[in-house]
């Protein structure tokens, strides 16, 4: 007789498991961001360059002008450096979803950010940072913040790695 509840509750648990999962492209989406990460993901550093110390706010960051588009496409956008000596382009694409993608309802989407400093009189490259971001895909959130995950893991930015602060 007590054996029938330990049944019914494993049975239960096992259900509301299986509905918390339904659908669920979490994985999917983790297991294809990890392989583009793998090929694609990084910073890579063509030229360092020496920047008078009035580029840098105290603490040690680089003062940035506003953020504009570049050219009619939203998902790419540019600040300058100094005197538009330097750009920051920073291109948005969406691999899976887009921007509209409703994260609460489980869907998912994934994406690939691109970073590149140029040096705006010759157009050189300077440097170059991507990484790829996953939100969402988790089935059902019962009303919880979606989760999200962000590959490589970034523990310095590419103005970092590119410009140094000079005297």
């Known amino acids: 007789m007590k054996a029938l ?5 494993k049975t239960l648990c096992g259900l509301v498991l299986c509905v918390a999962l339904f659908g669920c492209e979490r994985w999917t989406l983790d297991k294809q961001m990890e392989e583009l990460c793998a ?3 990084g910073i890579v ?3 360092k360059v020496t920047l008078p110390a009035t580029y840098f706010y105290q603490d040690g960051a680089l003062k940035r002008r506003q953020t504009m588009l570049l050219g009619p496409d939203p998902s790419v956008n540019f600040e300058r450096i100094g005197d538009d000596d330097f750009r ?5 694409q ?8 409703n994260l609460q309802r489980g869907n998912g989407v994934l994406i690939r ?4 400093i140029v040096r705006w009189k010759d157009k050189q490259l300077l440097g170059e940072q991507v990484w790829f ?3 969402g895909g988790d089935g059902f959130t019962f009303g919880f913040q979606p989760s999200g995950k962000t590959c490589p893991l970034l523990i310095t ?3 970092q790695s590119v410009f140094v602060k000079g005297e």
């Open 45 to 47: 550093v063509f030229e």
């Open 5 to 9: 509840p330990t049944i019914v509750l």
């Open 133 to 135: 971001d996953r939100g």
């Open 113 to 116: 950010m691109q970073v590149r």
């Open 39 to 41: 090929k694609d993901g």
């Open 94 to 101: 969406y691999l899976v979803g887009s921007q509209s993608t």
């Open 157 to 159: 930015s590419l103005t």
């Open 88 to 92: 920051i382009i920073t291109t948005k």
